[in-house]
């Protein structure tokens, strides 16, 4: 089965730091990009990042760009998140995805797996 | 940024009924769009992508339409699994953007 778990969600303070993890299993991992959605509690999605299959190439919303920092490691078939100056406005679920819009291996687009999310509260 | 508004932000509707979902962008996406299905607690489930391609597994009641910047979700007769709230997304450009969804109740 095709799966992604998020973990290393918590409590932080502003200022703070935090790591986000994401485990693939159930697909060969390298082969795809990956992103990063988040989701502040009772409101709307909000594309956060994404990363290429072998990491070269990053995108990031404006908000987090110089702060939140995504990266990979093929070989653990892990997705990052190194969350650092955190805000209250980072407050959110965090979810990883299986990002196939910029993936040339098949017709189809859209982030079709989805982790369950991981909560990140940043506050004093 | 390319903006994504969706209209309603909420409808009431029964089981049986048609539903349409509207989703306007800011500019020109193609056909660069997908829509979502979120449930209380959940993660989102991809519907369809580049606007009218159904995602595999999901019931053929779901269809999108449209180009450029306006386009539609359909649900042709609605089922008690589909009240939820509706997501649509363009990747036409970065930062990808999704609409602020679309919560469809109960009536």
């Known amino acids: 089965e095709e799966q992604l778990v998020e973990s290393g969600g918590g409590l932080v303070q502003p200022g703070g730091s935090l790591r986000l993890s994401c485990a693939a299993s159930g697909f060969i991992f390298s082969n795809y990009w990956m992103s990063w959605v988040r989701q502040v509690p009772g409101k709307g999605l909000e594309w956060v990042a994404n990363?290429?299959?072998?990491?070269?190439?990053?995108y990031y919303v404006d908000p987090v760009e110089g702060r939140l920092t995504i990266s990979r490691d093929n070989a653990k078939n892990s997705l990052y998140l190194q969350m650092n100056s955190l805000r209250a406005e980072d407050t959110a679920v965090y979810y990883c995805?299986?990002?196939?819009?910029?993936?040339?291996?098949?017709?189809?687009?859209?982030?079709?797996?989805w982790g369950q999310g991981t909560m990140v509260t940043v506050s004093s | 940024d390319v903006q994504m508004t969706q209209s309603p932000s909420s409808l009431s509707a029964s089981v049986g009924d048609r539903v349409t979902i509207t989703c306007r962008a800011s500019?020109?996406?193609?056909?660069?769009l997908a829509w979502y299905q979120q449930k209380p607690g959940k993660a989102p489930k991809l519907l369809i992508f580049k606007t009218s391609s159904l995602e595999s597994g999901v019931p053929s009641r779901f269809s999108g339409s449209g180009s450029g910047t306006e386009f539609t979700l359909t649900i042709s007769s609605l089922q008690p699994d589909d009240f939820a709230i509706y997501y649509c997304q363009q990747y036409k450009s970065y930062p990808y953007t999704f609409g602020q969804g679309t919560k469809l109740e109960i009536k």
């Open positions: 995805a299986r990002d196939l819009n910029e993936y040339s291996g098949s017709d189809k687009d859209g982030f079709d797996i």
């Open positions: 990363i290429k299959d072998d990491g070269g190439e990053k």
């Open positions: 500019q020109s996406i193609s056909t660069w």
